[in-house]
């Protein structure tokens, strides 16, 4: 099992929940989150000051998913998340020691 966190820009969520679901995911969390990469933020004039956004809004999917259901969700991230511009984002890939769901106890690629 493995963790994929994927983040996102946030008018890309519809696209890559409906990819997910394409392919079988069932079931993701989803955090809105700040961050910056290269992109550094940028400037904007408000009331005639100028300052620095430094943080961008962004959004983190959190999906287990088993072994052979990585690469298939790592493309749909990615090609539904994809513009071409600078900050589309990132994913990682994380092992998952183990899973339980709590109101069955059914443990392992069974609990996600």
Do not use: C
Not at 80 to 93: E, Q, R, S
Request: hydrophobic share 40%.
């Amino acid at each position: 099992m493995k963790l994929v966190k994927a983040i996102i820009k946030p008018f890309k969520l519809e696209e890559v929940k409906e990819a997910l679901s394409e392919i079988g995911v069932e079931g993701m969390t989803v955090t809105e989150v700040k961050g910056f990469g290269r992109q550094k933020g940028h400037t904007e004039i408000y009331r005639g000051s100028e300052y620095t956004v430094d943080f961008l809004p962004k959004v983190m999917l959190d999906v287990a998913v088993p072994d052979e259901l990585v690469a298939k969700t790592i493309d749909a991230i990615k090609n539904a998340a994809k513009t071409g511009k600078i900050g589309d984002g990132k994913i990682f890939v994380l092992p998952i020691d183990e899973a339980v769901r709590i109101r069955t106890d059914e443990m392992g690629d069974s609990a996600i």
